[in-house]
Every structure is written in structure tokens, then in C-alpha cells.
């Protein structure tokens, strides 16, 4: 079964042909291309960790082994916070209900199995799309 990836648009066709390595072959200093690939994390690396990274390091993908883990959030915030502008995904167990919260600290997108983007169809997703008009920030503001 193949993932899914889901943007504000939907679910999309995988776009992403670059290396993808693995973190502790990255660290160990296995593969070590120039610049443009990307890095596949578990959520217990910091985001100072992957800072001398960002120079050649074109997309991040943080794990979510759970939903109910939200680790990789606090990661993607701290990563756009120190300046991180390449992509940057959540990979795993994120629910549709998370995606504005996802988009929100920083990812540009969600990778989910085949069998999660099937309980969770793309029209879930979608509902939540417009991430940045749901915040509780813009209902203060309209109440005011």
C-alpha cells in the first residue's frame, strides 16, 4: 500500500525524489550526499539536533508513531523558529483532526498509510484545510 500525502489541497501525488535518509545513517555518517535530500526522524531528536542540517538538508520528516505523541509538533515549531525553511513533514499516526494544528507549528504537509487516509478520507482533511481562519485567536478577534 502506498501513503498518502496530504496538503492544504488534498490528498496529492507524491512529488518528493530525493534521497530520503535514515537519521542514525545521516549521524553515523553513512550516506553522504551534497545537499538536496532529505532526512527521515523519530520524534526524540531536538530541533538543535537537526540544525547544522539546514544547509543541505531540503526536506524534514518527523515520525508520529501515535496520535496521541505530540513530540513532532513542539519539533516543527522549533525548527521554523530557528530559521528551518525547506519542507517540512509529519509522517505517521496523524489524524485529520491534528492537520491545523500540524500546519499551524510549521509542516508543509502530512504522510499517512493507506488505511488511515481510508477511515479518515480526503473530504475529513479537507474540512480542516483552512487552517489558519480556525484558530481560536481569529474567534477572539470576531468577538471583539
Known sequence: MTNVIVQDSGFVTE???????????ATQGGADPETGYGLDVPNTVTAEQLQPYFNSV?????SFPSSHDGRGFSIAR??????????LRAHGHVLADQYAMAR?????????DAALAE???EDQWLARANWQ????????????
Do not use: C, K
Open 15 to 25: 512529488d518528493w525524489s530525493g534521497p530520503l535518509l535514515d537519521w542514525d545513517v
Open 58 to 62: 531540503s526536506m524534514i520528516r518527523v
Open 78 to 87: 522549533t525548527l521554523r523558529m530557528l530559521g528551518f525553511a525547506g519542507r
Open 104 to 112: 499551524r507549528v510549521g509542516f508543509d504537509e502530512v504522510e499517512i
Open 119 to 121: 477511515r479518515q478520507p
Open 133 to 144: 481562519q480556525h484558530s481560536y485567536l481569529n474567534r477572539l478577534q470576531q468577538s471583539i
